[in-house]
DNA sequence: TAATTTTATGTTAAAATATTGAAAGTTTTT
DNA sequence: AAAAACTTTCAATATTTTAACATAAAATTA
């Protein structure tokens, strides 16, 4: 995943341009339909499309029809663009899943703003990812690099080194780590809890020691200065 | 400041015992409101509160309303609960220093990790610290620091300089202590204690006279000026 | 000051807990 | 359906902590 391509739908051609200026100069790829056909076609056509965003007034297909589609396959972010004053359904949008709407005319802050909110949430940019000791942990993508190299863990080993990442130099219990990472009505060996942390601490390689033993009471993740 | 205080605004009371049961069950204290003017009251009656979390929409004083009354007195952490599809005014939000925006509906793990990344931001977690003649006690951590050195200490050696600590200036006898650290089904020598004080005393260094002897009692633990 | 009581300390045995490797049980993938 | 990957359990081993004991040292009292 390199950079993020946005579909932009809008039958009048200077919206599109203007739309995809502002995004352009963001960083993001775009693509652009004239209609919702070409939309739908376009949206087949490119697998890895991350975004769309739809003007609602359109002629023949409008986007609510294109939105109601787009569904039918797929959970992709969808912004709305109304026009101002145009009266907004959002009973309508919320059952078709509409993440955002933006009016117009809008600020170019306001467009890139909400794009970049949208995609920060459904992780699909890598805003959340967490730092320590040279060990980077990107939850969007469940990976993990060490010293920029990527390191392959399993589902609960990920979910085991986040948690510890997370709570970096506090002491965390058995009994706590259970209730995290396991889920609250796990009622399995706390000595699970051990095989995890060695196999960790063995995938880490030297930053495993990172994962301090606490006798007694559990484990510590912390990074000496 | 023993667990941090989230005041909930919502009111819909069904979505403010939503939150409560999350962040209860993760360790947090959490004051309900279910409107503007009763989370002012609450927020000025708690000088404590470490954190907002605010419904966007509800009657009479919605949520930016709010926002801007607490921000006119205190920069406390403020997340906004927006519904999905709502317009989301993100310049507005910057302005008034919003921390952050959760979506209806939202999962536990989002709204928690988010708490939690919030006040380690701000540094409202890991502040619990106890001191005492230069020896620094971070329970969270279970760590202790001399002159900022870390000392490494057993469980009950910890347990130990804690309940010292915590009751400086103290004669503690043989019973309290073994009362105290120790279970109070424990049915060993006290002698026992006489083992770990020299431990303590031997690893505090210097400062391991801070631990005074009183004769045909106990020990207590002072810092001479 | 000597006798008595209490505490300090070093050593050691016992207990508790952690680590590890292997195997059994699950779930997911092919 | 078989294979692979993952999770969990188990048991042996290693490690650390805790408690006990014996003796030395210190404090108290007669």
Redesign the interface.
């Known amino acids: 995943m390199d950079i993020l391509k946005i579909l932009v739908v809008d039958d009048e051609s200077r919206m599109r341009k203007l739309v995809r200026d502002f995004l352009v100069k963001d960083g993001y790829g775009v693509l652009e339909a004239e209609d919702g056909e070409q939309a739908m076609d376009l949206f087949y056509e490119n697998k890895d499309i991350s975004m769309l965003i739809l003007d609602v007034m359109m002629p023949r297909m409008d986007g609510w029809q294109v939105c109601r589609e787009i569904r039918q396959v797929s959970q992709v972010p969808i912004i709305m663009l109304t026009a101002k004053g145009e009266e907004r359904d959002?009973l309508l949008?919320?059952e078709l899943?509409?993440?955002?709407?933006?009016?117009k005319p809008f600020?170019p802050?306001?467009l890139v703003?909400?794009v970049g909110?949208i995609l920060r949430?459904t992780n699909l940019i890598n805003g959340e990812q967490k730092e320590a000791g040279g060990i980077l942990l990107n939850e969007a993508a469940h990976e993990v690099k060490i010293d920029g190299k990527p390191v392959e863990l399993s589902y609960k080993e990920f979910e085991l080194l986040d948690y510890f990442i997370?709570n970096r130099?506090?002491?965390l219990s058995r009994e706590k780590i259970l209730n995290h990472v396991w889920d609250?009505d796990y009622f399995g060996d706390a000595r699970t809890i051990d095989t995890h942390v060695k196999k960790l601490r063995s995938k880490l390689g030297k930053k495993g020691n990172y994962i301090k033993t606490?006798?007694?009471?559990g484990y510590?993740f912390?990074v000496e200065e």
Chains 1, 2 share one sequence.
């Open positions: 959002e949008g919320f899943g509409v993440d955002e709407y933006i009016s600020s802050k306001i703003a909400r909110a949430r997370t130099g506090v002491a609250y606490i006798w007694g009471m510590k912390e």
